[in-house]
């Protein structure tokens, strides 16, 4: 029987008095890949923030059970340490340190060890090739003057150093040109063919999936995830839009 890694009961959340997610279930079983799909404003970003553990959401129902323990009331922090990863769709600039620093403290946070900075740059450098990344970008502050494309790159690099248990991309492939997600979905590929983890992808596009095995599609709309199918569903959102889930 397979593992669970996560598993999302009932699940309703509220922002700043409203109502965001209505009783929401999913189950992601340990190196399976997961779609949520839906429209704009569904609750996509909301679930994947909640999960993370984002302060501001206040969840009013339900549990969010991972690796079989509830995790309702734990802190980013601590989810972050205990192997669950989330992308952004804008990811932030942090002025005053490197990618090199950020992510070698990162890892060093998740794994409770500090690793050689020469073993450290290696595994990097072989990171940043796979992203096709400029390897001065080692160097340089992290995503200060990146364009929106090497934001999302590094984003990508992050996934592939701290090899998560659950990793949640969130609109990965939002304002990237049709080269830039061929080499991102490069390395969503290479962390998938390694099986080291569990991947939750949120998006409304699908130009991401094209090189990837979905285990599973969900349709959020209005809060609520109203259908769940295998990766036909995916053929079925490009041909048809998601009018008939609307109502």
């Known amino acids: 029987m397979a593992e669970k890694i996560l598993e999302i009961k009932n699940l309703s959340v509220n922002a700043e008095d409203k109502e965001i997610l209505h009783n929401v279930n999913l189950t992601i079983n340990s190196g399976e890949v997961h779609v949520l799909m839906g429209p704009n404003g569904a609750g996509k970003s909301t679930l994947g923030n909640v999960i993370m553990g984002n302060p501001a959401y206040t969840v009013t129902g339900g549990e969010i059970i991972y690796k079989g323990e509830v995790i309702n009331e734990t802190p980013v922090n601590e989810r972050a340490k205990n192997g669950i990863f989330l992308s952004f769709q804008n990811p932030v600039e942090v002025p005053g340190i490197t990618v090199t620093n950020f992510i070698?403290?990162?890892?060093?946070?998740?794994?409770?060890?500090?690793?050689?900075?020469?073993?450290?740059?290696?595994?990097?450098?072989?990171?940043?090739?796979?992203?096709?990344?400029?390897?001065?970008?080692?160097?340089?502050?992290?995503?200060?003057?990146?364009?929106?494309?090497?934001?999302?790159?590094?984003?990508?690099?992050?996934?592939?150093?701290?090899?998560?248990?659950?990793?949640?991309?969130?609109?990965?492939?939002?304002?990237?040109?049709?080269?830039?997600?061929?080499?991102?979905?490069?390395?969503?590929?290479?962390?998938?063919?390694?099986?080291?983890?569990?991947?939750?992808?949120?998006t409304h596009s699908t130009r991401i999936l094209d090189a990837l095995k979905v285990d599973r599609t969900h349709i959020i709309v209005d809060g609520r995830i109203v259908t769940s199918s295998d990766d036909s569903l995916i053929g079925e959102v490009n041909n048809s839009g998601f009018e008939k889930y609307l109502n």
């Open 104 to 202: 070698r403290s990162a890892y060093a946070a998740k794994t409770g060890e500090r690793v050689k900075l020469w073993d450290f740059k290696k595994k990097l450098t072989e990171a940043m090739e796979i992203l096709q990344m400029d390897k001065a970008y080692a160097d340089r502050d992290m995503n200060a003057g990146f364009s929106g494309g090497e934001k999302k790159k590094t984003e990508i690099l992050q996934l592939l150093m701290l090899k998560p248990d659950l990793a949640i991309l969130d609109e990965t492939d939002s304002g990237l040109d049709v080269d830039a997600v061929k080499t991102v979905s490069k390395g969503i590929e290479e962390f998938v063919k390694k099986g080291e983890g569990s991947l939750l992808i949120i």
